[in-house]
């Protein structure tokens, strides 16, 4: 290892890969890691005691190569096992500072191995080889099942896990096996204890958590290669595998859990708008601030949205916003009123849009709860997401 210069460990697993993994080995180490200036380089293989003895081959150059180590799994992982394995190995005994996922079928040319590492020296956290963006391709050998797994698949388990946020826009291939992280705040402290998958789908599970790591992330163009020797690790599985990793990813998000929460919320608060609207509307109240300005509906409908807010607020404050919320009294009365002085803007919406359809369509039970309808999902329900967000319950 050289003294003072950051390491990157190259991690490769291989499941009877006998027939590349010495080519790879010699390209790696005898090739392209001396040529890298400013890298300790090393190359990690973690083999699932493959039958065809790929590991021996392994064992075999690693007289000849000081910085070609081996993980021996005695049983087949998985890919996503072996990765897992193979980082927690170059980390915590190879001292690494970045890690780069690699195949050892030359699928990925071991010429990016510079591209990602020079991304790294300028500051990137996550770099990734991707064949979307220029300069980047998939082979022209491949089938249409081949192609359409990796163009509408990847677009699709992108959308399914980022979707309407930047990553959406920021990563063009999710599904590459070409990619290098830095370790320190980054690799070291992803979860790995607790993966949805074991197979492919761990790759969308390690950019998930690199995003919310926060990391600076670039791509590189990737020229991806068509398979020559080995055998492929894409199982008829694959893609359901990937598909339900995206899903659970995104449905166990924090954001989509408070989202889902919120619509909770937002569903009981529309029911008790609802039947308290017509109550209003029924009683003597409604007529009597009609005699001052507006009609008995438009202020029922005023009323209702505040029966409905107090409902949201104390739903909201111990249930969908519980990691901040308010437990002190008084602090939670006084929360309650700027809560209210917000929420004015639903019950001026509510007030308006029921006011002016029962003025224009006849004051019915129907128009109404329509109306209602209407307020809540495309005026009210953003405005209260908003508030809620950026005034009430903002992290500080």
Request: proline share 4%.
């Amino acid at each position: 290892m050289s003294k003072g210069k950051p390491v990157a460990v190259v991690v490769i697993p291989t499941y009877n890969e006998a027939g590349s993994i010495a080519e790879m080995i010699e390209t790696l180490c005898g090739e392209v890691f001396p040529a890298i200036s400013g890298w300790d380089c090393r190359l990690l293989i973690v083999d699932d005691t493959s039958p065809d003895g790929t590991y021996k081959t392994v064992q075999k150059l690693q007289k000849k190569y000081q910085n070609l180590s081996l993980f021996l799994n005695a049983a087949k992982v998985g890919i996503g096992g072996a990765y897992v394995k193979g980082f927690r190995h170059a980390m915590k005994e190879l001292k690494a500072d970045v890690v780069i996922e690699f195949d050892a079928d030359f699928q990925h040319p071991p010429t990016d191995i510079p591209k990602l590492l020079k991304k790294i020296d300028e500051g990137y956290d996550y770099v990734l080889g991707s064949r979307k963006i220029k300069g980047g391709s998939n082979p022209k050998g491949w089938g249409f099942k081949r192609v359409f797994f990796s163009e509408v698949g990847g677009f699709v388990g992108r959308m399914i896990m980022f979707f309407p946020f930047k990553p959406f826009f920021q990563v063009t291939d999710p599904t590459t096996g070409l990619k290098a992280s830095r370790v320190k705040g980054f690799a070291d402290r992803m979860d790995m204890d607790h993966l949805y998958s074991q197979k492919f789908g761990y790759k969308f599970e390690f950019l998930y958590q690199m995003v919310h790591l926060k990391a600076k992330i670039a791509e590189i163009p990737l020229k991806f290669g068509l398979r020559t020797k080995g055998e492929s690790k894409i199982a008829p599985d694959t893609a359901k595998d990937i598909f339900l990793t995206a899903i659970k990813l995104r449905f166990y998000d924090p954001f989509t859990q408070k989202f889902l929460k919120f619509g909770t919320v937002g569903f009981i608060g529309f029911l008790v708008n609802a039947v308290s609207l017509e109550l209003f509307r029924a009683s003597a109240i409604s007529a009597t601030l009609a005699a001052f300005a507006g009609s008995p509906s438009a202020w029922a409908g005023a009323l209702a949205a505040e029966a409905a807010i107090i409902s949201n607020y104390l739903l909201n404050n111990f249930w969908t916003f519980a990691d901040d919320k308010i437990t002190n009294p008084l602090r939670l009365i006084l929360k309650f009123l700027q809560f209210n002085l917000t929420s004015l803007g639903a019950v001026v919406i509510q007030f308006a849009v029921i006011g002016a359809s029962t003025w224009i369509f006849g004051d019915t039970a129907l128009v109404r709860q329509v109306s209602l309808v209407l307020a809540i999902g495309f005026l009210i329900l953003p405005y209260n997401w908003m508030m809620y967000n950026l005034i009430i319950w903002r992290k500080k």
